[in-house]
């Protein structure tokens, strides 16, 4: 992620599958503490499901938290950054069960680069 001028790092995400028209994007604080996951367009879930977001490196996916999305599909997401952050790659989101999963099993419907 490249920094902009204020020091924080965006990454942007485009939708897949039955997300085609979602967008978002996940901003990583200058210090590389924090980052918050902005989207919108996504489809509103039913309450047994909501989102998980995914860090990609090779084969691992490590799960970076579920949220959900309010009526307009509109959502968003705050993360601690894990120290070996810098090591993945790709941001995706999966549909899972309310409460997330160990790993992804359910459709994914964003992605994007690191």
Not at 13 to 35: L, S
Not at 39 to 53: F, I, M, R, T
Not at 75 to 81: E, H, Q, R
């Amino acid at each position: 992620l490249a920094s902009s001028a204020h020091g924080a790092r965006p990454a942007s995400m485009e939708g897949a599958g039955p997300a085609e028209t979602a967008r978002g994007v996940m901003i990583i604080t200058a210090n590389g503490e924090y980052g918050t996951l902005v989207v919108d367009g996504l489809p509103v879930l039913p309450e047994e499901q909501q989102y998980q977001l995914w860090l990609v490196r090779g084969s691992e996916r490590r799960s970076a938290g579920v949220f959900s999305v309010d009526g307009e599909g509109y959502g968003t997401l705050v993360m601690t950054v894990p120290a070996d952050f810098r090591d993945f790659r790709a941001l995706g989101v999966s549909v899972e069960p309310a409460g997330g999963s160990a790993a992804p099993t359910g459709p994914r419907v964003m992605g994007g680069a690191l």
